[in-house]
DNA sequence: ATGTCC
């Protein structure tokens, strides 16, 4: 059972007790449930070392390995800990839009062309490969070191400034690709530009509503047209990374002190970031987050090829252009205010989105004074959200906000709610056009599996953490 | 999330 108490609105506090260095704070959904093994995950993260201010959980929190999805901590850069737990095993999983000049009424005629078109340049599933032709050692460092930027110098992005648009440049330094080892490298070599499986997914959406026309005018929203979402990740490379990175650690925890060794769970394995083997670990994931936005620049440049081939028309027709693209799964060193210092910390997100406010010179120029645009994909029967981050959330949240609607049913449960139905034909029955390489992800992902996304960014829009910009509602989705 | 157990 864990003691909450009511700070205000949608926001909780987990009291600090026994060896928690700091209090939780969770943005929740209605009133948390004091058994939810989730909220034990939020009262463990708050004994990593180094922790600071708050261990965080954003109102999609579900359980997870050791720190809870939804989960944000930040660290200590120099004292702290570095945590593979609290990055995931799908190292840099993250979302990008992609805008087009197309009009969603024009398109719907068109759809089952461009969405089979899709389906066949991209490949998906769990074992997906050969998007691209397989990368050898000096091609994979240039992955591995340079992120989106390798796959716009290749000239597989749809345009030169792509790379601008994502968090970080598209490009985490400090990567160092002798960390990551010869089966994690074996495992990516033919995996850029391929979608997976899960809840990763490309979709076609129609600009559905617009909450904040200010903030949508600056991103680029416009009602009516056509979207591009595309949700992957670092594929077999990071889960590899994350793998051998847990198994490197876990050992060796009691060996980094008092602390560690009074860790209260076993998957909170981590180790000091200036330690030989946290510095290893922190130099293969930020490769594997250069690799994750390497993937999906890639899979950005097949996808546009893709509406250009299906539908006949040119580029300039299309009228493509990035939004934007973050992270959902990363651990970042990032300056951030602590009791009105600036501070150098790594902050964990496992299942949250970086929501930096206006004015931060870390934002793209065109976007500043809006804020960044914090990307919430929901699933794929609702819609999803754009939202903006804002000055609340540099102050109570290391900048940071939810990233999903949030499972609501185990995989288990959901297929068993899927039995002798076809859930392809319900979504077809509601004018959604879709392409599945397997039936059970489908079910395991079926609209009923998740929370309601709209309720989630309630909360945080509720709660001033990022603001309402626009809504996307899916013509089309192609999964693994 | 994941060549869903080298």
């Known amino acids: 059972m864990t003691q909450l108490r009511r700070i205000e609105g949608d926001l909780w506090e987990i009291p600090r007790e026994g060896r928690m260095k700091v209090p939780g704070r969770v943005y929740a959904v209605g009133p948390p449930?004091?058994?939810?093994?989730?909220?034990?995950?939020?009262?463990?993260?708050?004994?990593?070392?180094?922790?600071?201010?708050?261990?965080?959980?954003?109102?999609?929190?579900?359980?997870?390995?050791?720190?809870?999805?939804?989960?944000?901590?930040?660290?200590?850069?120099?004292?702290?800990?570095i945590s593979p737990g609290g990055v995931g095993y799908d190292i840099n999983c993250g979302v990008r839009v992609i805008t087009t000049g197309l009009d969603a009424e024009e398109l719907r005629p068109r759809l089952h062309p461009v969405a089979a078109q899709l389906y066949r340049d991209i490949?998906?599933?769990?074992?997906?490969?050969?998007?691209?032709?397989?990368?050898?050692?000096?091609?994979?460092?240039?992955?591995?070191?340079?992120?989106?930027?390798?796959?716009?110098?290749?000239?597989?992005?749809?345009?030169?400034?792509?790379?601008?648009r994502c968090e970080e440049g598209g490009r985490l330094a400090g990567a160092d690709p002798e960390a990551v080892s010869p089966r994690a490298r074996q495992r990516g070599a033919d995996q850029v530009g391929t979608l997976g499986s899960g809840n990763h997914f490309v979709e076609v959406d129609r600009?559905?509503?617009?909450?904040?026309?200010?903030?949508?005018?600056?991103?680029?929203?416009?009602?009516?047209?056509?979207?591009?979402?595309?949700?992957?990740?670092?594929?077999?490379?990071?889960?590899?990374?994350?793998?051998?990175?847990?198994?490197?650690?876990?050992?060796?925890?009691?060996?980094?002190?008092?602390?560690?060794?009074?860790l209260?769970?076993?998957?909170?394995?981590?180790?000091?970031?200036?330690?030989?083997?946290?510095?290893?670990?922190?130099?293969?994931?930020?490769?594997?987050?250069?690799?994750?936005?390497?993937?999906?620049?890639?899979?950005?440049?097949?996808?546009?090829?893709?509406?250009?081939?299906?539908?006949?028309?040119?580029e300039r027709?299309?009228?493509?252009?990035?939004?934007?693209?973050v992270c959902h799964n990363v651990a970042k060193h990032e300056e951030h205010e602590i009791d009105g210092v600036p501070r150098r910390v790594?902050?964990?997100?496992?299942?949250?989105?970086?929501?930096?406010?206006?004015g931060d010179p870390r934002v793209p120029a065109p976007y500043r004074e809006v804020g960044q645009p914090v990307l919430i994909p929901g699933d794929m029967g609702r819609y999803s959200y754009v939202l903006a981050g804002t000055a609340k959330a540099m102050r109570d949240t290391f900048g940071s906000s939810c990233h999903g609607a949030g499972r609501l049913l185990s995989r288990g449960e959901a297929?068993?709610?899927?039995?002798?139905?076809?859930?392809?034909?319900?979504?077809?029955?509601?004018?959604?056009e879709i392409i599945a390489r397997g039936k059970k992800t489908l079910a395991e992902e079926m609209s009923e599996a998740y929370k309601d996304v709209a309720r989630v960014v309630a909360v945080m829009d509720g709660a001033g953490i990022s603001r309402l910009v626009a809504r996307l509602e899916p013509l089309a989705v192609i999964k693994g």
Request: with cysteine.
């Open 264 to 314: 209260p769970d076993r998957q909170l394995a981590c180790a000091p970031i200036s330690s030989p083997e946290g510095r290893r670990y922190l130099g293969a994931m930020q490769a594997a987050a250069n690799f994750a936005w390497a993937n999906r620049q890639v899979m950005t440049g097949l996808a546009v090829r893709a509406f250009l081939h299906a539908l006949r028309i040119s």
């Open 415 to 432: 297929l068993r709610r899927a039995r002798g139905r076809s859930i392809a034909r319900e979504l077809a029955d509601r004018g959604i």
């Open 207 to 262: 600009i559905a509503e617009i909450h904040d026309p200010r903030a949508a005018e600056a991103f680029g929203l416009e009602p009516g047209r056509v979207a591009i979402q595309i949700h992957s990740g670092s594929r077999g490379l990071g889960y590899q990374v994350c793998d051998e990175s847990l198994a490197a650690l876990a050992p060796r925890l009691a060996g980094y002190g008092p602390d560690y060794a009074a």
């Open 317 to 325: 027709e299309l009228g493509a252009r990035l939004l934007y693209d």
């Open 346 to 358: 790594l902050v964990h997100r496992k299942g949250a989105t970086r929501a930096f406010g206006p």
């Open 123 to 164: 490949p998906t599933g769990v074992g997906a490969s050969r998007a691209i032709p397989r990368l050898d050692d000096a091609e994979l460092d240039g992955v591995l070191r340079d992120g989106a930027r390798w796959a716009v110098r290749r000239g597989f992005a749809a345009a030169s400034d792509d790379a601008e």
């Open 33 to 81: 449930a004091p058994d939810d093994p989730a909220l034990e995950q939020v009262k463990n993260v708050a004994h990593l070392p180094g922790i600071l201010r708050f261990s965080l959980a954003m109102p999609d929190i579900h359980w997870g390995y050791g720190f809870p999805i939804g989960g944000v901590a930040a660290v200590d850069a120099d004292a702290g800990a």
